[in-house]
């Protein structure tokens, strides 16, 4: 009998990309700041590659915008055909509930990524044993 990893499963909802995070990084308990990266395709499904930012700030800075815009650009542009989501998860440690921290990124990753991206993106929460939608993909169409 075969099965099918998780990367052949396409994700179709928000509810299903708060899942595959919560598997994904299973137990969603950290002990530094980190941000997570994946990238899915326009059927849904996930390339078979998470990319771990370690030590990042308390807030997003530049310097990290510009590295996952280029970053985005050459996963796009070389494994997917110009329509992607990228899922970017926001690990740290402590509580599960939304702190100042956690929110100046999900009102300072907009502004910062504006429309240079090459697709959609998302930010999820992971924290205290949850995962936790703090920016939606804006439509799952």
């Known amino acids: 009998m075969t099965t099918s990893s998780l990367a052949d499963v396409p994700i179709r909802s928000a509810a299903e990309l708060t899942e595959r995070w919560r598997i994904g990084l299973a137990p969603p308990v950290f002990g530094a700041r980190s941000l997570w990266l994946i990238w899915l395709d326009a059927d849904g499904r996930m390339l078979p590659v998470v990319i771990p930012v370690d030590d990042v700030d308390r807030r997003p800075d530049r310097a990290l915008v510009a590295g996952l815009l280029e970053l985005d650009r050459g996963v796009v542009e070389g494994f997917l055909d110009g329509t992607a989501h990228l899922p970017l ?14 929110a100046a990124w999900a009102s300072e990753l907009p502004v910062e990524l504006g429309a240079e991206l090459s697709g959609t993106w998302s930010l999820r929460l992971a924290a205290g044993g949850r995962v936790t939608e703090l920016v939606g993909r804006p439509s799952w169409n």
């Open 89 to 102: 998860a926001l690990c740290r440690p402590g509580g599960p509930e939304v702190t100042a921290d956690d």
